[in-house]
């Protein structure tokens, strides 16, 4: 089932990478929007994997986490030292006279650590010489560049970077580079945010790890080992950066038992590379492709020749890359893809004369904002072009590339820039209805309340949605019994809600939604505490962060929401915050997007799975 898979995908991309490390996968074909993504606000922050597993507040632990991932950190000297990548520094303050900040913290330190933040192009607001939760967040965010959790401090070694000429602005291509140049080796005796997520990563896909520590022990060497054995490798217990990235892509092999997997040779990630000299069943791939392209002639031999490496340079000049006959992932990505040009076509001509290269998910520039433009104009996508390649940008991508039969992968290859500029070029068409949630329940039917005792179409609809989901095994009949009652408990209580058993009509929206998890997936430990909130509604004075303040700063983060339309009345929902909750329904594939924030909702939106609807 399509969103089962999602949520299997985004019980991934976390601190993901930073591309694959940071904190609420992103990844977006779990919830594929049917309307076009908005490029007007587009934050690419990456985030690592699953609902970490929360660790007692023992004085030996260097941090905790709770249920929902939130970081407290237990050991300041832990964290100087080991959650930044750089030297450490054993003195509380730097040479350059650099010391600890957090929120709360006032005076000069503050102030220039927000002039250089706002230099940067992190932090959008005034230079007050207070450490607010608009600093904290800037902070988070120039964590994730370095791959690091998000915890707002601003630690020695952080403004040591910060500070440094090599540090990357904000939506730069440096900073692109900084997020998915992230892995390091590690091994025995490592610690950190970058252990701790692979930790959950190897626990997520099943590996031996009893505990999430963030310390690199021999039980995490063991279950590396493994890692490496399950693709047929010797055993390695160096998690290296490369294994790191195997291990964070999207659908990585899950470890078997005792029964390990075959050797295999793996298709090239993204930071390695395929040239003269290689051998394996992936230049024989390679081959064959070029062969079948026309680009070579003979058979795939599996050893890369003098004759791969032509055919290859061939093929690069088609496609606009640079002619050196080495076969980087990006090349591979085209060359695989269903719209790759064969040789002399009239594809071929027409990238040749357009001068397309490969863009994806991080590329910045002139390239991307045409390509933008021309998604607008095509009506797969909404709002202003911005240059920077991430999700919705992906998701529009996805979209053309739907309408026009193609694989939908979200990379823009020279083939599919060649169809996209055409005159051939296929204009989107809206599905019948404003949105897909309609799959499981029809527009035109009202809810009520369900509670034990009821029956009929309603019950017969939410018995089917709750059998799609694996909650409910019995017959479809209609009738609102134990079993029903029992299902909708399970869904309840994988969701933080209370369980009550019956199905309120906002459960019922998000039951319909592709934001339910399925059957086997937890987002809570514990149950929550969200009540609805909606127009009107407003924190109590003198509240340090209200519900509705949470809410906003928790719809900006996801890119839905304005600062700026909310300055000044922060903790009211007025109309900018139930727009953004309607925007925020709406990709989630709300049959109804009412901007009211139900429980239901609220559950989805501060869990680890909101990256699933990033913006």
Known sequence: MRNRA?????????????????????????????????????????YATTTPTAVPEDPDQP???????????LNDRWIDE?????????????????????????????????????????????????????????VQLFELTYGTMQTGIATVNLQEMLFAETAPAYSAQAYAAAVNGSFSDLQLG???????????????????????????????????????QVYGNAPNNVATASMQGELFTVDPRTYSGATLAPTQTQEPADQQTLSEGNIGSTVERIQQRLIDLGYMQGTATGTFDAATTQAVMAFQRVVGASEDGVVTYGLYTQLIADDAPAYGSAEAEAIREGGYTLLQEGDSG?????????????????????????????SSVKLFQRAAGLEETGVATAAL?????????????????????????????SMTDLAEGASGELVAYLQTRLKQLGYFEGEV?????????????????AMGLEQTGAASVSFQEH???????????????ETQSFTTLQMGDSDASGESMGPVESLQKQLWELGYLDREAVRGTEGQFGEATRDAVIAAQQAMQYVRADGVASPEFQAFLFSRYCGMIRK
């Open 6 to 46: 999602a949520w299997i995908v985004f019980a991934a991309l976390l601190i993901a990478c930073a591309a694959m490390l940071g904190g609420c996968v992103a990844q977006d074909d779990g919830v594929a929007a049917q309307t076009a993504p908005d490029l007007s606000v587009n934050i690419s922050v990456p």
């Open 63 to 73: 941090f905790s986490l709770d249920a929902n991932g939130n970081v407290t950190v």
């Open 82 to 138: 080991g959650f930044v990548s750089a030297t450490s520094n054993d003195e509380e303050e730097s040479t350059d006279g650099y010391t600890q900040l957090r929120l709360g913290d006032q005076g000069q330190g503050v102030q220039t650590l927000q002039l250089r933040l706002r230099e940067l192009g992190y932090y959008p607001g005034d230079i007050n010489g207070v450490f607010d939760t608009l600093t904290e967040q800037a």
């Open 190 to 228: 490592a610690s950190g945010s970058s252990v701790l997520a692979l930790q959950m990563r190897l626990r997520e896909l099943d590996f031996p790890i009893s505990h999430i520590t963030g310390y690199y022990d021999q039980e995490t060497a063991a279950a590396v080992s493994a890692f490496f």
């Open 366 to 394: 002139e390239a991307v904002t045409r390509l933008q433009t021309r998604l607008v104009e095509l009506g797969y996508a909404n709002g202003t072009p911005n240059g920077r390649y991430a999700s919705a940008t992906v």
């Open 417 to 445: 820039q060649a169809l996209l500029y055409s005159a051939d070029a296929p204009a989107y068409t809206a599905p019948t209805q404003t949105a897909s949630g309609d799959r499981y329940y029809p527009y035109n039917l």
């Open 477 to 493: 009949d209609g009738q609102y019994g134990s079993a029903t009652a029992s299902a909708v408990s399970a869904v309840q209580a």
């Open 511 to 525: 039951v319909y939604s592709e934001a339910t998890p399925p059957s086997g997936v937890s987002m809570y430990d």
